[in-house]
T-cell receptor
């Protein structure tokens, strides 16, 4: 059974700092891994999707990497801004299931 | 297309009442998912449809929960005899699988509060 863990659970940084969010998963037989952003009381916004054959994806100040062999993914946010404050969730898709399995998220606060 | 739509956005009900949520997916998406999210947790899978067929159900989906997608378009999630533990955000997502990638697009969610 796939289990997805995110560390840290919460993170507070000053504006302008670069930061890394971590995601680990127990079953490496995944088709893809997706990072989402969730603002308080809102739905999920997809940030990046990395297919199993890929090592990383970039979108603006965001870069996500995937290492299937070690069961890890990281989301790198460059030059953080207060508007980046949100919960970041990673989720894996694949293996013996046709559903996304989510981690519990990292609550990010960027202080102005 | 305006994405995945969910209705109502917020529902407050008394324990024991029945509630129904509706999800309208992106029109060309053949897969539709329901998830439940409680405070401080990641979304948990409830069920998914491919077209009108319900292909997988979680153990979280007790007998009081039923989901339908009668024509392979919109879906409804009904909760009968609600309990306080049903209070959560109910998220719907749709997707279209292509070339091994299954990218889910989520709606804004329906928040249920059971008093």
């Amino acid at each position: 059974k796939q289990e997805v863990t995110q560390i840290p659970a919460a993170l507070s940084v000053p504006e302008g700092e670069n930061l890394v969010l971590n995601c680990s998963f127990t079953d490496s037989a995944i088709y893809n891994l997706q990072w989402f952003r969730q603002d308080p009381g809102k739905g999920l916004t997809s940030l990046l999707l990395i297919q199993s054959s890929q090592r990383e994806q970039t979108s603006g100040r965001l870069n996500a990497s995937l290492d299937k062999s070690s069961g890890r993914s990281t989301l790198y946010i460059a030059a953080s801004q207060p508007g980046d404050s949100a919960t970041y969730l990673c989720a894996t898709y694949g293996g013996a299931t046709n559903k996304l399995i989510f981690g519990t998220g990292t609550l990010l606060a960027v202080q102005p | 297309d305006t994405g995945v739509s969910q209705d109502p956005r917020h529902k407050i009900t008394k324990r024991g009442q029945n509630v129904t949520f509706r999800c309208d997916p992106i029109s060309e998406h053949n897969r539709l998912y329901w998830y439940r999210q409680t405070l401080g947790q990641g979304p948990e899978f409830l069920t998914y449809f491919q077209n009108e067929a319900q292909l997988e159900k979680s153990r979280l989906l007790s007998d009081r929960f039923s989901a339908e997608r009668p024509k392979g378009s919109f879906s409804t999630l009904e909760i009968q005899r609600t309990e306080q533990g049903d209070s959560a955000m109910y998220l719907c997502a749709s997707s279209f699988r292509m070339a091994g990638a299954n990218v889910l697009t989520f709606g804004a969610g329906s928040r249920l509060t059971v008093l």
